[in-house]
């Protein structure tokens, strides 16, 4: 038997869709053999992850990682290792960044400064406009990012024909579209008769101008031209009753469609405007309780494939300004896994289904290759979590620049405490401590 670089040894692992007592070897940056301890090959050192539970490196698919002209809101650096903290191994940034990413050479670049400061692997969107279709050809993003409705930074797409035009193209390129879907007519209309007015509105209007049917009908809308182009197209943070009803729908037609949700959709409603504000404006917005149990009635019956952060930072000055300046986004890297772990400890999930949800599906959705699952042949990313701590969430404490949650004060049990990365150790005992990121690889 081969000798591996290191074993971890002393932990339960997922494996095979349950957690088994059992060691993991580790050559190369790669998983070699998941055996009993007694079982495994003679290595050079023991990672020991004694009473920790070790899940597959957690997958974020959407991720606005800012940089360029927006560092003082995140960057590669900081961004990554609030990945890190969070357990988070890979993630997919979007590219409606400043400026955009709707080019082949923008597309390059952004993706060599990620190189340069990305301590996660990665892979990055190109961005859909009106007239960019050649474009999204390029073998180099990991899918193709079409915003229906507008959001933060400028790309939109409007027309139905141009939207045709990008899933037909996307089907050409092979590549998922991953769609923003609200309806911009509806937006527009709404918020032009609301600034009529002059005067500042209770922050809860974002979710009136932004209302469950400007939702539904846009994911309408782009299953529609799913259907007639044969594209694969991955819907964005559903938030909506009516939305779901329409990819349930859909997935009994035997369409390609696929849709996440997040965090903030799962553990926030309306009702939170009430303590803080424009700080919690974004988009899609947070909807009515009743829509938040549908998300979590959806998810348990596995309607939703994945959660996904939707990691969206902005600083407190910006944020806390009223309704007309205040952009929308909320940070979440270093909450989403313990939020979902603390729903396990509260047994409305199970462990396997989290790590469908944030590690299995994710990879199986994008194609990543060689992630998602603790198999023999698969890149060593590990994420260590002591299921039971319990902790208090303090936005002054994390990683991201922006410095501030959504969940600020929440006491949850479940906490990721190292993180892995092809057989490297980025994260421990709180800290980053190294680690270089690569670019994800496509099956």
């Not at 998602?372 to 890149?379: L, N, P, Y």
Request: a positive charge; aromatic letters at 4%; proline letters at 4%.
């Amino acid at each position: 038997m081969a000798k591996a670089d290191f074993n971890v040894q002393g932990g339960r692992i997922f494996y095979k869709g349950e957690l088994i007592e059992a060691g993991i070897a580790v050559q190369d940056g790669k998983i070699i053999k998941v055996a009993k301890s007694a079982s495994l090959p003679t290595a050079g050192e023991t990672v020991n992850a004694k009473g920790l539970v070790i899940l597959p490196g957690v997958i974020d698919v959407h991720v606005h990682v800012r940089d360029m002209s927006q560092k003082t809101k995140e960057d590669w650096t900081t961004a990554s290792h609030a990945a890190a903290a969070g357990g988070i191994t890979t993630i997919l940034a979007m590219p409606n960044t400043s400026p955009p990413i709707t080019t082949a050479r923008a597309l390059k670049q952004y993706k060599t400064i990620a190189r340069k400061k990305s301590v996660v692997d990665y892979g990055v969107f190109i961005g859909a406009t009106e007239t960019n279709t050649r474009e999204l050809t390029t073998s180099e993003s990991c899918g193709i990012k079409l915003a229906m409705g507008s959001t933060t930074g400028n790309l939109l797409v409007e027309k139905t024909e141009k939207m045709r035009s990008i899933l037909e193209t996307s089907v050409k390129a092979g590549k998922t579209v991953v769609v923003h879907a609200e309806d911009e007519e509806m937006i527009k209309k709404r918020f032009l008769a609301l600034k009529k007015r002059g005067r500042e509105p209770p922050p809860k209007i974002h979710s009136v101008i932004r209302d469950p049917e400007a939702a539904r009908i846009a994911v309408s809308r782009a299953i529609r031209l799913s259907k007639q182009t044969n594209a694969k197209i991955h819907i964005a943070h559903v938030s909506t009753r009516g939305e779901l009803i329409e990819i349930v729908n859909a997935k009994k037609d035997g369409l390609l469609v696929s849709c996440e949700v997040t965090p903030h959709h799962l553990f926030l409603s309306e009702k939170d405007y009430d303590a803080k504000s424009h700080k919690l404006k974004v988009n899609p917005p947070l909807r009515s309780r009743s829509d938040v149990s549908a998300a979590w009635g959806a998810l348990l019956e596995g309607i939703i494939d994945c959660v996904a952060t939707d990691h969206a930072p902005h600083v407190l000055e910006d944020k806390e300004q009223d309704y007309w300046s205040s952009p929308s986004g909320l940070p979440g890297l270093e909450t989403m896994l313990p939020l979902m772990l603390d729903s396990v400890n509260k047994s409305m999930l199970s462990l396997a289904h989290v790590a469908d949800l944030v590690c299995t599906n994710p990879a199986k959705i994008f194609r990543l290759k060689n992630k998602g699952k603790i198999m023999e042949g698969f890149d060593a990313d590990l994420t260590f979590v002591d299921l039971k701590r319990e902790w208090k969430i303090r936005g002054d404490e994390f990683k991201t620049r922006c410095g501030w949650t959504p969940f600020e004060g929440r006491i949850v049990s479940g906490k990721p405490v190292k993180t892995m990365i092809r057989g490297a150790i980025v994260f421990e005992d709180g800290d980053v401590v190294g680690g270089r990121g690569r670019e994800v690889q496509f099956k």
